[in-house]
Nanobody, 119 residues
Framework: QEPLIESGGGSVQAGGSLTLSCAAS????????VGWFRQAPGRERQFVAK????????TYADSVKGRFTISRDNSNKAVTLRMNSLNPEDTAVYYC????????????WGQGIQVTVSS
């Protein structure tokens, strides 16, 4: 079973919204910081947002602040990314990733899901 499975991607027009979901199978989900990253064609993967394991605090990339909202549900081992006011620059493959508490790296990654925003 894949440790992280993304869903909810697709195509939308500029100004529209999408919600991505990440379902985890790890038993210690509540002790993982979970984040979303994205990679556009020809570009490096970049950080989008994360929700911290300790208290659920959130961090966002400047490019998505005020438009994207990340949230987690520890009881269901799930994280969602609500994306509003999408623009073509948000087009990318989005990846869910998990980082175990007190470790430096995101060690679990999903397969990625495509988000396409047309102008």
């Amino acid at each position: 079973q894949e440790p992280l499975i993304e869903s909810g991607g697709g195509s939308v027009q500029a100004g529209g919204s999408l919600t991505l979901s990440c379902a985890a199978s790890t038993r210690t989900f509540s002790r993982h910081t979970v984040g979303w990253f994205r990679q556009a064609p020809g570009r490096e993967r970049q950080f989008v947002a994360k929700t911290h394991w300790n208290g659920g605090g959130t961090t966002y990339a400047d490019s998505v602040k005020g438009r994207f909202t990340i949230s987690r549900d520890n009881s269901n081992k799930a994280v969602t990314l609500r994306m509003n006011s999408l623009n073509p620059e948000d087009t990318a493959v989005y990846y869910c990733a998990a980082q175990r508490a007190f470790t430096p790296d995101f060690h679990l990654w999903g397969q990625g899901i495509q988000v396409t925003v047309s102008s």
